[in-house]
């Protein structure tokens, strides 16, 4: 099932179905190389065990990142101390910075994505508000649509606390608003930091080491609709299928509790393998809706979870190995940034399909998080 390209190249759009139109990505200005993490983190929290110094340089080499962006910065620390004593009571100073911090990227990167889709902030009907890293009522969505003058009649859906599936539930989201409102134009905004789960190593916490290890801050738009308008936008993908499904039994696998020391994450070991165990299945589902059979027939833009995900995807459907470049690329470049990074994912994508002389037509987006949940879009390149 295939699609002739015209257009110099292009390829047709199918009518009403939901395309990305325009992308934009923004972080915070601080930005950590990975090989001084370690110092600074131990330095910052006022932690002089040497075991977990060494785990954490451990964990650091094998996350394969290279460079993360971060809210968290020397100034915070001097305002908030309290952040780095253990067990201290600070979810309300957490908030005050998250809030903040969350919804100025969130701008920054809607701004970014408006300016490339080149039409009028009016013409956008609905938002699709996505983030983990804050709480407030009301919520972020309200305070991005009016600080973007937005129209006051625009509808907003809030996706909150879905960890890094976030991103590709909502492009689902979006993708059934637009398809069933034509003419519609819908904003996604992801938005995320670390803020609510920093503190101070402690060994009854191993998984905090990985968190320091892999976590980064950021925030990134898109922006879908159907049948775009061929002078002034360009889209460059086709969300084609989207499903969710949960794994039954194994909502412990990632568990995540708010408290008043802010929110602290654990993460089963066999998180890997339950993900290896039903990728298949996911994937033949997707592809069978295009009569495809060949996993290497395909592009790939995967969450990136961590390495070990990416690693057992790759084997366990014998992908190769340039298959999953953009989600290492992204891994590498910004760390898991949760919701935010399959965005990230999708932008590498764009560029690499531009580059090829005959790219792939079809391709799966995936993520997985919290539920065991799966996310899972058959999109189609326009490139």
């Known amino acids: 099932m295939s699609t002739p390209n015209v257009n ?37 929290t006022k932690c002089e065990d040497s075991v977990m110094k060494e785990k954490l340089e451990r964990l650091c080499k094998t996350t394969t990142v290279k460079t993360r962006y971060t809210v968290m910065c020397k100034e915070i620390l001097d305002k908030y101390p309290e952040l780095t004593t253990e067990g201290s009571p600070t979810i309300q100073q957490r908030l005050e910075i998250a809030n903040p911090a969350v919804l100025k990227m969130a701008i920054e990167a809607s701004l970014a994505c408006i300016k490339e889709w080149g039409r009028p902030v009016g013409d956008i009907t609905h938002v699709v508000y996505v983030s983990s890293s804050e709480i407030r009522l009301p919520g972020g969505d309200l305070y991005l649509a009016s600080q973007l003058g937005l129209r006051k009649d625009v509808g907003r859906v809030m996706l909150y606390f879905l960890g890094c599936y976030g991103g590709v539930s909502g492009l689902r989201v979006a993708k059934d608003i637009a398809e069933n409102n034509p003419g519609s134009r819908v904003l996604l905004t992801t938005s995320e930091t670390t803020i609510l789960g920093y503190r101070p190593p402690n060994m009854s916490r191993p998984y905090d080491l990985v968190g320091a290890a892999l976590f980064g801050d950021g925030a990134a738009a898109v922006i879908i609709g159907t049948d775009p308008l061929s002078d002034i936008e360009s889209p460059f993908m086709e969300l084609t299928y989207a499903v969710q499904q949960f794994l039954p ?18 993460l089963g070991r066999d998180l890997p393998q339950k993900i290896e165990e039903n ?8 592809m069978e809706k295009a009569d495809l059979k060949d996993y290497n027939d395909l592009f790939w833009a995967v969450h990136p979870g961590g390495p070990a ?25 910004y760390g898991n940034v949760s919701s935010n990074t399959i965005i990230y994912v999708m932008s590498y994508m764009r560029e690499e399909l531009k580059r090829r002389d005959d790219g792939e037509e079809w391709g799966l987006v995936l993520a997985f998080g919290p539920g065991i949940t799966f996310e899972g879009i058959l999109v189609r390149s326009l490139q």
């Not at 047709?12 to 983190?41: C, D, R, S």
């Not at 039994?249 to 654990?266: A, P, Q, Y």
């Not at 995900?309 to 459907?317: A, F, H, P, T, V």
Request: hydrophobic share 35%.
């Open 309 to 333: 995900i990416l690693n057992r995807l790759e084997s366990n459907l014998n992908l190769k190995p340039e298959k999953l470049q953009c989600s290492r690329k992204a891994l590498m470049d």
């Open 279 to 286: 990728i298949e299945e996911f994937c033949k589902m997707l």
């Open 8 to 44: 110099g190249g292009k390829r047709t759009n199918m009518p009403g179905k939901a395309t990305v139109l325009a992308l934009g990505k923004a972080f915070p200005q601080q930005l950590i190389p990975q090989e001084y993490l370690v110092e600074g983190y131990f330095r910052d």
């Open 249 to 266: 039994g194994t909502h412990n696998v990632i568990n995540g509790r708010l408290s008043e020391e802010g929110i602290n994450f654990k």
